[in-house]
């Protein structure tokens, strides 16, 4: 069965500065997807970005981007600029061949320092 | 604009006293989720329909339930509420395993307190 982990319970970084966050993850599947949710509290779950496993370059969304390293099963997520609006709990979270369902890590909270 | 919408958005039931989460989408999505996410962990897959296909995890207990009656809506009914299924329960959409690179669309979540 495939799991994803994130290390970090909590990360914390100053406005405007530059946080990574980490994820690692076990599959014997070659084709997958991953993606990163953001958790705003108390609103709804969104997609923050995908990486699609046969794609060797990485995905980048404005401040967002990601250092997929597909040997090493990880996929850390880059957040540039820092804003006060990017302060939720960030999940990875792993996409199944067959069955198409996502498995989540536990998740990782930030908060922006202003 | 489309989306998935849960009702209600906090619930409180007694011990017991068995309770129903609602989930309706205008995404005309094939695959409907419930997930269960307790207090600082990750979203934990219930069950999922497939169409009219229902998918149970394993370890999902018999206390949990669902409904799919149409394409828009989907249910989540707890037979017996115990102090322990406190917790957010997040419906999600998706088109399937042809979009899977698309990830889901979630709802707000239903937060359910146990008294």
């Known amino acids: 069965a495939q799991t994803v982990t994130q290390s970090q319970p909590e990360m914390s970084v100053q406005e405007a500065e530059t946080v990574t966050l980490s994820c690692t993850y076990d599959t014997s599947e070659s084709d997958y997807y991953l993606f990163w949710y953001k958790q705003p509290p108390s609103r709804q779950m969104i997609l923050v970005i995908r990486q699609e496993a046969y794609k060797q370059q990485n995905a980048t969304e404005n401040r967002f981007s990601v250092n997929f390293q597909k040997a090493a099963k990880s996929f850390s997520l880059k957040i540039s600029d820092s804003q006060l609006g990017d302060a939720a709990m960030y999940f990875c979270a792993y996409s199944t061949q067959g069955a198409q369902k996502l498995v989540f890590g536990q998740g990782t909270r930030l908060t922006i320092n202003p | 604009d489309a989306m998935v919408i849960q009702n209600p958005r906090y619930q409180v039931t007694q011990f017991g006293k068995p309770v129903t989460l609602s989930c309706s989408q205008t995404l005309n999505h094939n695959v409907m989720y419930w997930y269960q996410q307790k207090s600082s962990q990750a979203p934990k897959l219930l069950f999922h329909?497939?169409?009219?296909?229902?998918?149970n995890e394993a370890d999902t207990p018999d206390n949990f339930q669902s409904r799919r009656p149409n394409t828009s809506f989907c249910f989540l009914d707890i037979r017996s509420p115990g102090l322990g299924d406190a917790a957010m329960y997040l419906c999600a959409t998706s088109r399937g395993a042809r979009d899977r690179g698309r990830g889901y669309t979630f709802g707000s979540g239903t937060r359910l307190t146990v008294v």
């Open positions: 329909y497939y169409d009219k296909d229902f998918n």
